[in-house]
């Protein structure tokens, strides 16, 4: 349960409570205007009335913990002044335990020694006025009434006190099972994240994210020649591999357009750990192409990949739509598309900023090109990647898709 949704459902317990609380000294008056034995006693009354509906008020003004304190306040004044009012051994008092124990549903999971507060004042403040009425009898009826007086006090301190203890044991284990169950949907998809961190805003701003975008030259060919049903078959069976290797690299796949493959890698995390994910990525974009090419040479496929990598802030989130899922726009994903779509087959190519942040033995085996592209010449680093890759298990993998 979020801290929200706590104050919600207190919200209207409150709400409630207070309203039912107020229709029930209203139907104090006939009994006041037959029996009442001073004006002190309609005073009392009429003040509680108004702090009542004043706690409905506030709660309604999103004013919780006031209306709430003025509830508690309300409900233990109006007993304890209606006690001395009267006077006599009418067992108001014993409504103080109905408020002791009402008292541990109006706090959160975060005030449970506030609750503890307000249950242990109703119950000692019972017993207190209970044992004092107790003087006016003798012997054992005397006995018996302080003991029953003790025995109820204990009885709700102890209830109180169990649920706090219950209370604060499920919510270690639920804190705990949601701490593991998050960072397991975090490492799953860059979507949990935006999704745990508000439940308002659907799109965020990131500093950093790499995008790899990778695309199948000849497909158009490929579909005339063995059929769309054919080749759409084979190509989902690999890209659904490349899901699983993207996972050994921290790569996260975001989608497929056709014969598209997108990919991101770093989104949220801090600048610092640039050089990591740009390596994984380019890591990640070497195994796509080293296995597509034993891929389509096991297929008899005439055809290519080519790649393009771009490193730079984002937007990122769910798409204000009906059937809208987890995406990224901006600047860097355009420019990943756009080193994609002017790149050789079978190479790798990388925006300025993707290149800087490679360790420098990885520079060395790239080289610097200028891509055309539909808004002018991009400056990029490229690297030519074919044959087979050092990683076997992973070859093997991606040239077996059914596995």
């Not at 335990?97 to 959160?108: E, H, K, M, P, V």
């Not at 007086?149 to 706090?164: F, K, M, P, W």
Request: hydrophobic share 45%; proline share 3%; charged share 15%.
């Amino acid at each position: 349960m979020t801290p929200k949704t706590d104050t919600l459902k207190v919200k209207a317990l409150l709400i409630n409570t207070s309203r039912l609380y107020a229709v029930g000294l209203c139907c104090q008056i006939p009994l006041l205007i037959a029996f009442a034995p001073r004006p002190a006693a309609w005073i009392n009354l009429l003040t509680h009335v108004a702090i009542a509906l004043s706690a409905v008020i506030f709660c309604y003004a999103n004013f919780v913990r006031t209306g709430r304190t003025l509830l508690l306040l309300g409900y233990f004044s109006y007993l304890v002044g209606a006690t001395l009012i009267w006077q006599k051994d009418l067992y108001i008092q014993h409504f103080l335990l109905i408020g002791c124990l009402c008292s541990a549903f109006y706090f959160n999971y975060k005030e449970q020694y506030l609750k503890l507060f307000w249950g242990w004042l109703y119950a000692v403040s019972f017993c207190v006025i209970d044992i004092h009425f107790s003087f006016s009898l003798a012997g054992w009826e005397a006995a018996i009434r302080r003991g029953n007086a003790l025995s109820l006090t204990l009885t709700c301190v102890a209830v109180i006190t169990a649920t706090h203890k219950y209370n604060q044991h499920r919510w270690n284990a639920l804190k705990q099972q949601f701490t593991r169950a998050r960072d397991l949907l975090y490492q799953s998809t860059p979507a949990v994240q935006l999704i745990f961190d508000s439940s308002e805003v659907k799109r965020q701003h990131f500093q950093f994210c790499c995008v790899l975008f990778a695309d199948v030259k000849g497909y158009q060919q490929l579909v005339e020649r063995y059929g769309e049903t054919a080749v759409i078959d084979k190509l989902d069976g690999f890209y659904n591999t490349l899901d699983h290797v993207a996972a050994t690299c921290s790569v996260y796949p975001l989608k497929t357009n056709g014969d598209e493959y997108m990919a991101v890698c770093g989104i949220g995390d801090s600048a610092h750990k640039a050089g990591v994910h740009v390596s994984n990525i380019v890591a990640f974009g070497e195994q796509i192409s080293h296995g597509f090419a034993q891929f389509s040479c096991a297929q008899n496929w005439p055809c290519q990949i080519r790649i393009g990598i771009a490193t730079g802030p984002v937007s990122a989130g769910m798409p204000n739509r009906q059937h809208g899922t987890f995406d990224v726009w901006g600047k860097t994903v355009n420019t990943a598309a756009m080193l994609e779509q002017g790149a050789e087959v079978n190479t790798l190519v990388l925006c300025p900023s993707s290149y800087q942040h490679l360790p420098a033995h990885r520079q060395q085996a790239f080289r610097r090109v200028n891509i055309t592209a539909k808004v002018g010449n991009l400056s990029a680093y490229c690297i030519i990647v074919s044959g087979m890759s050092k990683n076997k298990s992973i070859i093997n993998a991606l040239s077996n898709p059914d596995v």
